[in-house]
């Protein structure tokens, strides 16, 4: 099948390449940008490691094809530490709460939180479980992942050092 | 876990989105939010040469207020639906729906039509297109036909839609006088397709009798269903005539192809099945109370 040219931005970088229809957001990321943060685990939408978000929402880039999103914007897990490599306050606090162990599932973790606490700045623990449904991860058992959340809402998002009482407590 | 090689086309309209359909007929399907079709293309239970992506048509992304009735486009994403002020007062029970619906990130993307077109026996739009009597807007080069929900789910994952049609918008009826609505659905986890699940939706007049009562089902056929037996009991008669576990019961009499698979066997699915639309019915009696107080 002919290629059709695609043109992003990814973490406020321009991308422009020529792909098959077929290849997704995810292949594109990672073969034709480089940019490997974004993990592929099950290729059919259940696992949730290759979220990013597009125009600031959180979607499967498994997906959704590289030609649908043609002049859109996408923010990677490499795009959400600062310039300088200072990490996140979703980053810092899955760090201190043990709340990665192999890292696989991380980016997409790191995605889907970020955008959930965007839109809802302090949820409920109920809010926190839903909200970290659509990923999987394998190594942790999700108790440090769900504590990682608390921590960022306990500290502030402002708050790039959060205390250490929130990992402990819960 | 790669699809096969495909064709892509964008069209910027509904009328070059029905001509290319037109053209390439059988070949050629509809991609919208791809939720549940790119899963289907990368494991390749399905193919297709041709995808028409109408996800970027912008008259299909539009919730719109029209006499009685609340006109949803096609293209419309589930977290658009759920958050839309217009729907959470006119059509409640979309709005209790929505976060049933997979995951938050599948909900960015995924469309009402689209969920409505794939018609998944388990889909919670569908069931609720169904138990709220909507009507389902058809567009083809010959011109748009109106589906009543109930005409429209024929087979598993098969509609009336005909192959040169495009599922552009579904209207709800507007919550009318004194009504209740309510959703329950168990999965193994949440966001995953419900085992079994209800969806209620009644009015009542001023003597708290039942007067429109719609029940619909998820994952208890091979399509989405309405519990009539169910409905035509409880027609006429004051709310606390009948139970919630008896309604629960009737709604699973007359069924006949309830699935039989590893996450349950369809006796299994009708228990839980009865117990969803009885917690379901629960949910809209007090929902209608609860309005009742505050009037």
Known sequence: MHELPVALSVNGRDYRDQVEPRVTLADFLRENCGLTGTHLGCEHGACGACTVLLDGQAVRSCLVFAVQVDGQEVTTVEGIAGSDGELSPVQSALKECHGLQCGFCTPGFVTSITALLRDNPSPTDEEIREGLSGNFCRCTGYQGIVNAVHRVCEAGSNDAEPTRRACSNL | ?295
């Open chain 2, 1 to 295: 876990m790669k699809p096969a090689p495909f064709a892509y086309h964008r069209p910027a309209t509904v009328t070059e989105a029905v001509a290319m359909l037109g053209e390439y007929g059988e070949d050629a399907k509809v991609l919208a939010g791809g939720q549940s079709l790119v899963p289907m293309l990368a494991m390749r239970l399905t193919h297709f040469d041709n995808l028409i992506d109408i996800s970027r048509i912008p008259e299909l992304n539009d919730i719109a207020l029209q006499g009685n009735e609340v006109r949803i486009g096609a293209a419309t994403p589930h977290a658009m639906v759920g958050l839309d002020d217009e729907v959470a007062e006119s059509v409640p029970l979309l709005t209790l729906a929505t976060p049933h619906i997979g995951h938050f990130q599948i909900r960015s993307r995924g469309t009402l039509g689209g969920a409505i077109a794939h018609a998944d026996p388990a889909a919670e739009y569908a069931a609720v297109a169904l138990a709220l009597d909507a009507t389902i807007e058809a567009t083809s080069a010959r011109g748009t036909r109106e589906i009543p929900a109930t005409e429209f789910f024929t087979g598993l994952w098969e509609t009336s839609l005909a192959y040169d049609e495009i599922l552009t918008a579904v209207r709800f009826p507007v919550a009318a006088g004194r009504s209740g609505f309510g959703i329950a659905e168990f999965a193994r986890r949440h966001g995953d397709f419900a085992i079994a699940g209800g969806v209620v939706g009644i009015e009542l007049d001023e003597d708290d009798r039942i007067t429109r009562c719609g029940i619909g089902l998820l994952g208890l056929g091979s399509t989405p269903l309405r519990a009539a037996p169910a409905e035509a009991a409880v027609l006429g008669t004051p709310i606390g005539g009948i139970t919630a576990d008896e309604i629960g019961q009737l709604a699973m009499s007359g069924l006949t192809d309830i699935p039989s698979d590893l996450q349950g066997s369809a006796s299994y699915r009708a228990r839980v099945g009865a117990a969803m639309v009885s917690r379901a019915w629960t949910q809209a009696i007090t929902h209608v109370t609860e309005e009742a107080l505050h009037a």
